[in-house]
């Protein structure tokens, strides 16, 4: 997904900055009418090589005597060590906090992207939510909009990679995700050749928050977090489309937060649909040591950053379909699920939180960037900082 011209924002479908997220082989995506052409390395196939599924291990939920010290959470699967995103966003200091306490509830993230894969990281949990790709010529699998979600092309692991970031089970098997509990539904609105259309992009965020969309079935697991590591094509890149923005403040003033990545093309996310709209969580990409990669977007629209890694040194990630099941990709694409699953945290912490509330906890608690910035140009800016997950726990918990 070019990012994906449209969806993976900007290789991931925005996951490539050096990936290739949904968004094509190699770096050398197709041209689009949208806008620059975003290289998305992640994004190439790799033949299929399942994994076993693994049951449900959720985080302890057996609070510790009382005055004890607070315990050391550390997830036994095996590609955890090499998972220097989690640190970076202080996620072991968020688990140790709920795995002390016990708290929070399962809460639903919607994930719409390629489509489903199923997952054995999220067992039990994964969701084949609706698929929105209207134009059969593009979908792949031989008709319109259907009720089978399922991944269709060399792209489909995006999606699947995503949700493992946000969801993974701490099992002992594979990699670790943000949140072990939360349920993923998996939406897809790219088609085979990574590109997003507008009105099938609205549709979905309407659909996946529990809304109703004309001639679709209800969405039986509306979700309060919003996965969008794309960006719509067929559009100019000179702002938030309109039924676009239409969708995301009704889902927004339904309870949902939409996060979106801020893509791939090393450009100001603010033309871009959905990170350059209202009501939106935009998360931009940076390195292990806070730097922002060339390929990623910045500028005022962007809330904060996450990890999304470079060329070489990618986000590491089960994937089914992954050389030995594993892939690194990197992007913006894979820095919004960060964002995403961080939240899902909070909303299972307190469900009463709105999204504008979630929005301000995320940006407020941020790290700031070494020497006050990610990039030496002061335009190029990534907002207010680096997502830390323990301290937006400790502020929803009162730890």
């Keep these: 997904m070019r990012v994906l011209p449209s969806v ?5 479908l925005v996951g490539a900055g050096a990936s290739a997220a949904p968004g094509l082989p190699l770096s050398s995506p197709p041209p689009s009418s949208s806008g620059p052409a975003s290289p998305w390395p992640e994004l190439l196939p790799e033949p299929a090589r399942p994994l076993p599924a693994p ?3 959720p985080l302890s939920p057996v609070p510790p005597p009382a005055n004890a010290a607070p315990a050391v959470y550390r997830p036994a699967d095996p590609l955890y060590p090499r998972q220097w ?5 202080r996620a072991p200091g968020a688990w140790a906090q709920l795995a002390a306490t016990g708290r929070g509830a399962r809460v639903t993230v919607a994930v719409l992207d390629t489509g489903f894969v199923n997952s054995p990281e999220l067992a039990g949990r994964v969701v084949n939510g609706y698929d929105f790709v209207s134009d059969p010529a593009r979908a792949g699998d031989g008709d319109g909009r259907d009720a089978d979600a399922s991944g269709v092309g060399p792209f489909a692991y995006h999606a699947e990679v995503i949700g493992n970031l946000i969801g993974a089970a701490h099992d002992g098997r ?17 088609g085979t050749d990574g ?9 979905a965020l309407r659909w996946a928050a529990g809304l109703s969309v004309p001639g679709v079935p209800v969405n039986p697991n509306p979700a309060k977090v919003l996965n969008l590591s ?6 100019p890149l000179t702002g938030c489309d309109a039924r676009i923005q239409a969708a995301v403040d ?14 791939n093309d090393g450009a100001d996310a603010s033309g871009y649909t959905p990170a350059g709209c209202r009501n939106v969580l935009t998360v931009t990409s940076v390195t292990e040591d806070g730097r922002r990669p060339g390929y990623a977007n910045w500028g005022a629209s962007v809330a904060l950053a996450a990890p999304g890694g470079e060329p070489g040194h990618g986000i590491p990630a089960s994937s089914v379909s992954g050389p030995g099941g594993e892939r690194a990709p990197d992007g913006t694409s894979f820095a919004a699920p960060h964002a995403a699953g961080v939240a899902s945290l909070l909303f299972g912490l307190k469900p009463t939180l709105t999204p504008a509330q979630v929005r301000d906890l995320l940006t407020r608690t941020a790290t700031p960037f070494p020497a006050g910035r990610c990039d030496p140009d002061p ?14 726990v400790k502020a929803v918990s009162g730890k």
């Excluded at 993976?8 to 991931?12: H, P, V």
């Excluded at 794309?230 to 559009?235: C, E, K, N, Q, S």
């Design 195 to 203: 590109m997003i259309a507008p009105q099938d992009l609205a549709d």
């Design 85 to 89: 995103n989690l640190q970076a966003i």
């Design 250 to 263: 009704a889902v927004t003033a339904h309870g949902a937060l939409v996060v979106a990545g801020a893509a």
């Design 174 to 190: 594979g990699m670790a995700g943000i949140n072990p509990q939360a349920r993923v539904v998996q939406i897809r609105v790219g």
């Design 379 to 392: 335009r190029k800016s990534c907002g207010r900082g680096m997502l830390n997950a323990e301290a937006a």
């Design 230 to 235: 794309l960006y719509a094509d067929f559009i």
């Design 8 to 12: 993976l924002l900007t290789a991931a």
């Design 55 to 57: 049951p449900l291990v």
